[in-house]
């Protein structure tokens, strides 16, 4: 907990900093001095299972361990824990103890002496306990200094998406949206008997230097891609076509199909409206990249792997480990298929190196592009080749089509990546 003086309070009490260190050291230190615990005895015995494993209470971002965790917001000095790099290892832990991570916010407002805090961690509670009981045993168990109200309970994570097209909003060229119809748009008009038809045709994304566009919408955690949007509508008498094609950045949290198909939702009551792009892999890789899924091969490291140097051979396993059923889910949620790949790597005349690992590929890719990508990935001098019993044919030594883009913009090119889209033959991989 916090010291986070109000802007606008002029008439408060004024206290000094060692009183301020006293009164937020007394707080903390009574905030969990009464832990009720659910009457249910599997719970019990978990909660103690995770008390044991130091699980019991959460960890808190600081001002003065984790200050780029804390942001001013209005009156309250806000800590986030969710953005903390030992999120992961701390919901590893809490899982392997078996118990699921539940966000919550402890708010702390004491008027009389100016602090405002708001402290959001990571609360580990076995599968076995009810999670608000648990959460509302815990608010009550909460006991601060006279004059202050302090509250628990659990935090709705905002969704990053449309926090990120928000924020989009500051650049002219970056957009999720089409632009307008201009006056320079192509424009055929004819008319059949009563009825007059247009088609307007406008196209932004070859029109415009896509270099530079490409760059800061990749500077700005999105992708870059060509979209077209076609419109027709039919008013009796006049019956409307527009086409129009512009670059598009899409940002590495939100999922390009549900952005075209808020897109399509928005046209009038006598149109019809259809968004599509032969580039959503590229969006959807940099996505799953943002998400931490495995889109390449592991470093070959001595934990996962076996040398045998008579055959000067390296066997790794990156496929077979804990977690894969959990990994199997969050790709598929996500929107795509995991599968096992292997991958040989032969330097010279004996040197070979073979790694069996998982991949996560978007469903919006073609599952063979995507793997001989990570042929063309590869920068050493060897021979490599890339398989999966997962997919329905081996990958060519090398892809068709450029590889997505994912963080850096191109130097050398200002088209957009594609992949043919399909998707393996099997839903689950094989081990």
């Known amino acids: 907990l916090f010291c986070a003086r109000s802007l606008e309070t002029t008439g408060s009490m004024t206290l000094n900093m060692a009183l301020k260190l006293f009164l937020i050291t007394a707080i ?4 969990h001095a009464r832990t009720i615990f659910a009457a249910d005895e599997t719970c019990t015995a978990d909660l103690a299972t995770l008390e044991s494993a130091g699980l019991k209470e959460p960890p808190e971002a600081t001002l003065l361990t984790t200050p780029d965790l804390c942001t001013k917001e209005d009156l309250y000095l806000v800590c986030d824990y969710l953005g903390s790099e030992n999120l992961d290892e701390y919901t590893n832990k809490c899982n392997a103890a078996g118990g699921d991570i539940i966000p919550i916010v402890k708010a702390q407002t004491c008027e009389a002496y100016d602090i405002y805090t708001k402290s959001i961690s990571p609360l580990c509670v076995p599968t076995s306990c009810d999670v608000d009981e648990e959460i509302a045993t815990r608010d009550a168990a909460l006991t601060g200094f006279p004059g202050c109200d302090l509250s628990l309970q659990r935090y709705d994570v905002p969704e990053k998406c449309p926090v990120d097209i928000q924020k989009l909003t500051a650049f002219d060229d970056l957009s999720v949206t089409f632009p307008p119809v201009s006056k320079d748009c192509p424009f055929i008009k004819s008319t059949v008997g009563n009825v007059l038809t247009t088609k307007t045709s406008c196209e932004f994304y070859d029109s415009i230097d896509t270099a530079p566009v490409m760059e800061r919408c ?4 999105g992708t870059l891609i060509s979209a077209t949007s076609t419109q027709n509508c039919d008013f009796g008498a006049v019956v409307t076509e527009i086409e129009i094609t512009a670059p598009l950045c899409i940002p590495n949290t939100c999922v390009a199909s549900e952005i ?4 399509e939702a928005g046209t009038f009551a006598q149109c019809t409206l259809t968004v599509k792009s032969d580039y959503i892999c590229a969006a959807d890789t940099a996505r799953f ?6 889109l390449k091969f592991p470093f070959p490291v001595e934990s996962h792997c076996i040398q045998t140097p008579t055959l000067s051979t390296t066997d790794c396993d990156f496929y077979n480990v804990d977690g894969l059923s959990d990994l199997m889910n969050k790709c598929t949620a996500a929107g795509g298929t995991l599968i096992s790949a292997s991958k040989e790597t032969t330097c010279g005349t004996s040197s070979i190196v073979t790694s069996l690992a998982p991949l996560c590929i978007p469903d919006s890719c073609d599952p063979n592009e995507f793997l001989a990508q990570k042929v063309a990935e590869d920068i050493s001098d ?3 080749t890339v398989t999966s019993r997962d997919v329905t044919s081996s990958p060519s ?10 963080s850096v913009a191109p130097t050398t090119s200002t088209s957009p990546t594609s992949y043919p ?10 081990s």
């Open 397 to 406: 030594s090398s892809p068709t089509t450029s590889a997505p883009t994912v």
């Open 421 to 430: 889209t399909s998707s393996p033959t099997t839903a689950s991989p094989t």
């Open 289 to 294: 990249a943002n998400s931490e899924l495995p």
């Open 260 to 263: 075209f198909a808020l897109e």
């Open 382 to 384: 060897c021979d490599v």
């Open 28 to 31: 903390t230190g009574s905030s």
């Open 218 to 221: 990749s500077a700005n955690g």
